[in-house]
Structures are given as structure tokens and as C-alpha cells.
């Protein structure tokens, strides 16, 4: 079965935009999706980071 949270279509163009806030993370608070997001943001900044050293 295809994972349903993928087919969601979401419109964020009516969302407020926040300038220079500073958002920080709550290991209290994150729930598994949270955690997913942080590992992948460490992966691609690991990523970045080595290919400005090449």
C-alpha cells in the first residue's frame, strides 16, 4: 500500500511568514517525524559540508 502522507496536498501560501525568529527544537515535544527530520538535516549539512571540501 502507498504511504498516504505522501498524496496529502498541502497549500502553505496562506501561512504567516516569520521574520528572524529563532526556533528552537524540543526533544520533549518531537515526536518520530521530528527525529526523522533532524537525522535527515544532519545528513544533508554532512553532505554540503564535504562537497565544499572536494
Known amino acids: 500500500m502507498a504511504d498516504k502522507k505522501r498524496d496529502i496536498k498541502v497549500n502553505f501560501g496562506d501561512l504567516p511568514v516569520g521574520m528572524e525568529e529563532d526556533v ?4 520533549e515535544f518531537a ?6 527530520a ?17
Do not use: L
Not at 515526536?31 to 526523522?36: H, R, V
Not at 538535516?41 to 572536494?54: E, I, P, S
Open 24 to 27: 528552537e527544537f524540543s526533544e
Open 31 to 36: 515526536d518520530e517525524d521530528d527525529i526523522e
Open 38 to 54: 533532524q537525522e535527515r538535516a544532519a545528513k544533508a549539512n554532512a553532505r554540503a559540508m564535504n562537497r565544499g571540501k572536494r
